[in-house]
């Protein structure tokens, strides 16, 4: 509920739990975004816009995806968010908006269909041997760890 775009989050989070297990796979999947012209028109300098535009900044989803695609190793890290031909709210209820970002939602897949596939081959690749024993061992070792503490 505090972070637009928690990949990063998450991704600290399994560092924490799992610091010797290499990252496999990481999907961020975003609500879709919207480019307003005030953001990119350089010339508009009203305080409403100034405004909006440091909110968007501190809300901004793609900053994080940016960071995380450079950082991380090629066909780790896969996002998904597609533009949107309007702002919609993340509350909006009406039937023709529904319809609307649905349709907009599977044309972005359509054309991402390649990044898609990478995906979701990396999401069934069978982990090294090597890998799930590491996991394993490492379990078992938190369940008697956490066991003996009681």
């Not at 990481?26 to 012209?37: I, N, P």
């Not at 450079?70 to 509350?91: I, Q």
């Amino acid at each position: 509920m505090l972070i637009n775009n928690p990949t990063a989050l998450a991704i600290h989070e399994c560092q924490c739990l799992w610091p010797d297990v290499p990252l496999q796979c990481v999907v961020s999947l975003g609500t879709g975004r919207f480019e307003t012209a005030g953001r990119s028109s350089v010339s508009y300098t009203s305080l409403k816009t100034k405004l909006t535009n440091v909110i968007s900044s501190a809300t901004d989803t793609e900053e994080v995806h940016t960071m995380l695609d450079a950082l991380l190793p090629p066909n780790t890290y896969f996002r998904f968010n597609p533009y949107m031909s309007e702002d919609v709210a993340l509350d909006e209820s009406r039937e023709e908006k529904l319809v609307q970002m649905q349709t907009e939602g599977l044309q972005y897949l359509e054309r991402n269909q390649e990044k898609l596939q990478r995906a979701v081959d990396e999401l069934n690749r069978d982990k090294r041997s090597v890998q799930t024993l590491s996991e394993w061992l490492r379990l078992r070792a938190l369940t008697y760890e956490s066991f003996y503490r009681i």
